[in-house]
């Protein structure tokens, strides 16, 4: 049975509504047992049978409302969608709307650090870290004004604070692993291993959130981490460089994605539980954005010394360090030589990576940390295209590589095997099954 369309309450507009017919002379014979005049029992009968109708429909319509009511709180709980089939089909389009803008922000952050790199390419441990706490900076400014416009609450302001922390912890960590194994594994192998946090976040999601995945999407994802693995292998000896570096470093690049995994679960359990205490509400981007990157500030600071080892700055020299990297990025002083490009490239960049994260964290709201994946995912070989193409600063275009073609091909019918259509199938393709 379809679902009861919205009910609006109003007065009729009718002049002469519609009444029951009641044969005169049986109206008479009632009017006449009750003692009253024929006219006065006529009104009588005809009011009365009205109220014995209109109570049962009253009950009918108090018991929807309550349902529906009932309904939202559990979706917006469960990070679900309710309505009809129109609703349905706008909340598609939105996650559809949404994973584009992720695919294209993922393809722009992808070549611009490349391009900010140019002038950057003595500094890249600054432009990292320029980044993390420029982000700090721009997020609780964005908060304040949201704050300020009634768009951010008291009560999101309110949430417990220990997921958050958690959430700086885990993203922390993964760059620091991620930035140890990066200096020793080639390029070509990090998109490669990177095809594990698709793995992680099935795991995580099935573990910590019920999730129970249907087997075309599980398939669509191991085409999707196939079609990956086809586009950056092909023509690259990914194989040699591996086994090369031995098996540390991969494990420990694999480890750091299985902590961004765990991050974007975390950040889809926040959003879940906040829906919970905020009664069927919905906590905005720019509050988990701002507490998550002021932990991962914070834990930066502490691991500090590490990184900067890791990136070859000794600890006792990293003010020095931070001072030429910013005259390099500035483009002034003695040092703006081989700095062209600068400040507009590594600001385009950090703007951009900017975007992709909002839009990412937006996709995982409205979505789920598997699909926000699959687009972040998609914008791999579109990048790989990307640099094909004549861009400033780059110098002689790369070439595709042979089996561009053919891991681009899997890669997309894996996002189709995966969005399969299912039968007897409604709200989020992702919802708890915990019945």
């Known amino acids: 049975m379809a679902p009861p ?96 803008a ?40 964005i908060l304040y004004l949201r704050y300020q416009a009634g768009i951010v609450t008291d009560e999101m302001l309110s949430l417990p604070q220990k997921p958050f922390l958690v959430v700086g912890l885990l993203e922390a960590f993964a760059a620091a692993s991620g930035m140890a194994a990066g200096a020793v594994l080639s390029g070509a192998s990090i998109p490669i291993l990177s095809q594990t946090y698709l793995v992680w976040q099935l795991l995580l999601s099935a573990i910590f959130l019920k ?50 995994a765990a991050d974007t679960v975390l950040k889809e359990i926040i959003f879940i539980d906040a829906a919970k205490k905020l009664k069927g509400g919905s906590v905005d981007l720019f509050v988990v954005n701002s507490y998550g990157s002021a932990y991962q500030a914070l834990f930066m600071c502490l691991l500090l010394p590490f990184l900067s080892k890791l990136w070859g700055v000794p600890f006792h020299l990293l003010p020095t360090y931070i001072k030429d990297g910013a005259a390099c990025f500035l483009n002034m002083g ?22 992709f994260n909002i839009s990412l964290l937006h996709l995982l709201k409205i979505s789920s940390a598997v699909v926000s994946s699959l687009a972040s995912t998609f914008s791999v070989p579109l990048s790989i295209y990307a640099f094909t193409l004549p861009l400033p600063y780059i110098g002689v275009a790369s070439s595709l590589p042979p089996g561009f073609v053919a891991g681009a091909a899997v890669l997309t019918a894996g996002l189709l095997v995966y969005s399969l259509p299912q039968g007897q199938h409604s709200g989020n393709s992702f919802r708890n099954r915990n019945d």
Not at 49 to 56: K, L
Not at 230 to 256: D, N, R
Not at 334 to 348: Q, R, Y
Request: proline share 5%; with cysteine.
């Open 334 to 355: 003695s040092l703006s030589s081989g700095c062209e490009g600068a400040p507009l490239l590594p600001l385009l960049f950090v703007l951009v990576n900017m975007g």
């Open 102 to 141: 992720v695919v294209a922000m993922g393809t722009g952050n992808r070549v611009l650090y490349k391009l900010a790199l140019v002038p950057l390419r003595q500094y890249p441990f600054f432009l990292a870290q320029f980044a993390t706490f420029g982000y700090v900076v721009v997020y609780f400014s």
């Open 5 to 100: 369309s919205p009910i609006t309450c109003r007065p009729s507009a009718a002049r002469h509504p519609l009444l029951l017919r009641v044969p005169t002379a049986r109206a008479a014979t009632l009017g006449l047992g009750l003692g009253l005049p024929r006219t006065e029992a006529v009104v009588a009968l005809r009011a009365h049978v009205r109220r014995i109708e209109a109570e049962p429909w009253a009950s009918a319509l108090v018991a929807v409302s309550r349902n529906r009511r009932e309904e939202a709180v559990r979706c917006a709980a469960a990070g679900e969608v309710t309505g009809s089939t129109g609703v349905g089909r706008s909340a598609g389009m939105e996650v559809a709307l949404a994973a584009a």
């Open 211 to 260: 999730r129970r995945y249907r087997i075309n999407e599980i398939t669509g994802c191991f085409l999707v981490a196939v079609g990956v693995i086809i586009t950056v292998a092909s023509g690259s000896g990914t194989g040699a460089s591996l086994k090369s570096t031995g098996i540390l470093w991969p494990l420990l690049m694999i480890i750091s994605f299985f902590l961004q």
